[in-house]
């Protein structure tokens, strides 16, 4: 079971970036999936996720209007739609997968986690 993070990079204020979550040895539609951000010396702190049994998503409220999750079951994907970017998103994303159908904010709920990748947010 793995989970590659990328589209990571550097952008902007008031840029875009999608970050993709591919899923290798697994069916990833039979997971809740989400994405958290760190930052040195913090914690992971959940930015979105969706889960498997309805579709429905949770947005922190930090980017709620300004991101988007989003799955393509076909290429056993998961994508996280980044728009009117701040410096204040700037941090390492990473996603995270659980068997469980419901996804959460919290970190301790996932099992499985992708390397992360780095955003960076500066004009």
């Known amino acids: 079971v793995q989970l590659q993070a990328s589209g990571g990079g550097l952008v902007q204020p008031g840029g875009s970036l999608r970050l993709s979550c591919v899923a290798s040895?697994?069916?990833?539609?039979?997971?809740?999936i989400g994405w958290f951000h760190q930052v040195p010396g913090n914690e992971r702190e959940g930015v979105s996720c969706?889960?498997?049994?309805?579709?429905?998503?949770y947005y922190a409220d930090s980017v709620m209007g300004r991101f988007a999750i989003s799955r393509d079951n076909a290429k056993n994907t998961v994508y996280l739609q980044m728009d009117s970017l701040k410096p204040e998103d700037t941090a390492v994303y990473y996603c995270?997968?659980?068997?469980?159908?419901?996804?959460?904010?919290?970190?301790?709920?996932?099992?499985?986690w992708g390397q992360g990748t780095q955003v960076t947010v500066s004009s």
């Open positions: 995270a997968a659980t068997p469980n159908g419901r996804c959460s904010e919290y970190f301790d709920w996932y099992e499985y």
């Open positions: 040895g697994f069916t990833l539609d039979d997971y809740a």
């Open positions: 969706i889960s498997s049994t309805d579709g429905s998503t």
